[in-house]
């Protein structure tokens, strides 16, 4: 008797059913518990550990009773995995991490994607109803997953157009793969003959084409919930992979990423006013592209910043808000900011940071810089929990953010951003903004503050350079 064997027969007598379910239930919990310590600041680094850790024991635990662990074809795989991983956590900056979930998510639904292609073609459990049936659902969820999270990506990292792409007769073209999908996974849960390569391909390439349909055609100001959804589609695509496969603790689990991206999804649209089904299928508003010859004539019309030195202003307010935005994040000015409020502090100014939930290019990144820079806890607000003190306050300053600001969000119908809740920063008496340039942010929408003509000064140029010369003033 070999060793295979031998292993083979101990690991199957160790971990009965009864005790299988038992510790699937308690690395459930174990992702459960880690998911709600990190909807809290201060525990969200805790709770990142506590799930990975669950995730981790799952693969074990996995290998164990699946009786996987003499295929030794596995061992080289995860190797190289865990060397990828450790050398994206360490080389990834933060200001990268958005375009990284999103890759994550893609990886995720492709993991699902191809585990469920096997079901389908009956090389593990593909001959039922219901298997053949979740393996074609697992499989058009995950390839949408795959393709909409690489042009995500993408568009975070530059490497595609980040305005929105809206392609000849859009709308009818998401419609009409919508039904196509349906059809074929019916197709393939009442296909009951043969495995068919060409029925598994052809929902590949349509789930394929929806996932690049639905995703070039998002902007700026619908990133964050579109990296939401891809985060809930790769879990819905493992959990049903699972059902695929029968393996209740990649259902369970991906149970819960699915539902808990659900939930931020859902949270995320109410800050946009967004309808999900609108996003989907491409009907939120698109503003048309400006020609060269506007650019050009904008920039030679350009808004002037007050002449006034804001040093001053600075000095005096003494109830003092501070709203951070993408463009710190690009400048990596959170620590000068950090800076720029113990100065004031000390100074007898009363400091609060306004986080709009959609601030940056996923959610929460606002919080998670502000807290690599060591900015307490206990004076960074959310903007339903602060918008209200912006007309009371004697300063704002803005640091590299823009369309979370714009006013054009409550009255410029036919814009991205038409609609959305905004900080309520317009209504502060005096607002200093430290920001790239004059142009539109990643909306394209002209933000009206600019226009103002009193208590405005505006500070050109990169942020950590900017900051650090009002520093030295201070």
């Known amino acids: 008797m070999n060793s295979s064997i031998i292993l083979s027969f101990s690991t199957a007598h160790v971990l009965s059913d009864a005790l299988y379910y038992i510790v699937c239930g308690i690395l459930a919990t174990g992702v459960l518990l880690g998911i709600h310590l990190m909807s809290r600041v201060e525990k969200a680094h805790l709770g990142n550990k506590i799930s990975a850790l669950a995730i981790a024991l799952s693969i ?4 164990i009773k699946k009786d996987i662990l ?15 991983g450790l050398l994206l956590a360490k080389r990834v900056r933060m200001i990268e991490m958005p375009q990284l979930v999103a890759l994550l998510n893609g990886i995720g639904g492709a993991a699902s994607a191809i585990v469920a292609s096997f079901a389908f073609l009956s090389l593990y459990r593909g001959d039922e109803l219901f298997g053949r049936t979740t393996a074609s659902l697992a499989i058009v969820i995950g390839t949408i997953t795959l393709f909409g999270s690489l042009v995500a990506a993408g568009k975070l990292h530059k490497v595609f157009t980040q305005k929105p792409v809206l392609l000849p007769l859009h709308q009818p ?3 009409s ?6 059809v074929l996974v019916v197709l393939g849960g009442f296909f009951s003959l043969m495995p068919s390569s060409v029925l598994l391909t052809a929902m590949i390439v349509l789930a394929a084409a929806f996932g690049l349909i639905f995703s070039v055609r998002v902007g700026g100001a619908d990133m964050p919930i579109t990296i939401s959804l891809l985060n809930s589609l790769s879990g819905i695509a493992a959990a049903i992979a699972g059902f695929a496969v029968t393996d209740i603790l990649l259902v369970s689990v991906g149970g819960i990423v699915g539902a808990s991206g659900l939930f931020l999804t859902q949270i995320m649209c109410r800050a946009m006013n967004r309808k999900l089904a609108d996003i989907l299928l491409g009907k939120t508003a698109l503003q048309e592209n400006k020609t060269e010859k506007e650019e050009v004539e904008e920039e030679q019309t350009a808004k002037e910043t007050k002449p006034v030195d804001p040093v001053a202003v600075i000095k005096n307010a003494k109830k003092i808000i501070i709203v951070p935005g993408y463009g710190m994040a690009v400048a990596q000015a959170q620590h000068l900011v950090k800076k720029l409020a113990a100065k004031l502090t000390e100074n007898g100014a009363g400091v609060k940071y306004a ?7 996923m959610p929460g990144h606002m919080d998670v810089l502000l807290i690599e820079a060591g900015i307490p806890f206990d004076v960074v607000y959310e903007m339903d929990a602060i918008n209200d003190e912006f007309k009371e306050a004697d300063l704002t300053l803005v640091v590299g953010a823009n369309d979370v600001l714009n006013p054009a969000a409550r009255n410029a119908e ?6 959305m809740p905004i900080l309520n920063v317009d209504q502060c008496r005096n607002i200093v903004i430290f920001n790239y340039d004059l142009q539109p942010g990643y909306s394209g929408v002209e933000n009206p503050i600019y226009d103002r003509k009193e208590g405005l000064w505006v500070i050109q140029g990169n942020a950590s350079d900017t900051l650090a010369e009002v520093l030295d003033k201070l």
Do not use: S
């Not at 074990?60 to 290998?63: C, G």
């Not at 036919?414 to 609609?419: H, K, L, Q, R, V």
């Open 60 to 63: 074990v635990i996995t290998l």
């Open 355 to 361: 986080i709009h939930p959609v601030a940056g290019r």
């Open 414 to 419: 036919g814009t991205p951003i038409y609609g």
């Open 177 to 182: 793969l919508v039904f196509l999908l349906l």
């Open 173 to 175: 073209m998401a419609v």
């Open 70 to 84: 003499p295929v030794w074809l596995i061992y080289p795989a995860m190797a190289v995995g865990l060397i990828i």
